[in-house]
């Protein structure tokens, strides 16, 4: 959010000041890009590796509880760090939507067989 005075400041700088503190900021904003989608792989290679891990353990690819979680986690971070809790909350929940498809994916007919024994445990607990 820019106060008045930031914007005043802003309109009476040089032209060619703006366009280029603007060719900074689109430097930057490429410069993250690249850190956030190497962090996104690793994460990705994080999901790959629960992928095939879950299965041994009857985990389906799928825990609610999980989703939950992590969900609890990022709000926490972006409410820490000044990120808009909206923003954080779009892009996890697509996050998760996709890891959980690209685990089930990954499972194939393994992904079944977690699911159904995470039913059976569920039946057996109540």
Known sequence: MTTPSA??????????????????????????????????AKRQQQIERAARIKPALGIPANVPERVDEVLAHVLGAARREGLSVEVAMTLWRALIDWSIQHEERLMGARALKGDSQGSAEGDRSS
Do not use: G, H, N, T
């Open 7 to 40: 914007e005043k400041d802003i309109a009476e700088r040089p032209r060619q000041a703006l366009q280029d503190e603007m060719s900074d900021v689109r430097r930057l904003i490429d410069e993250l890009d690249e850190e956030l989608v190497a962090l996104l």
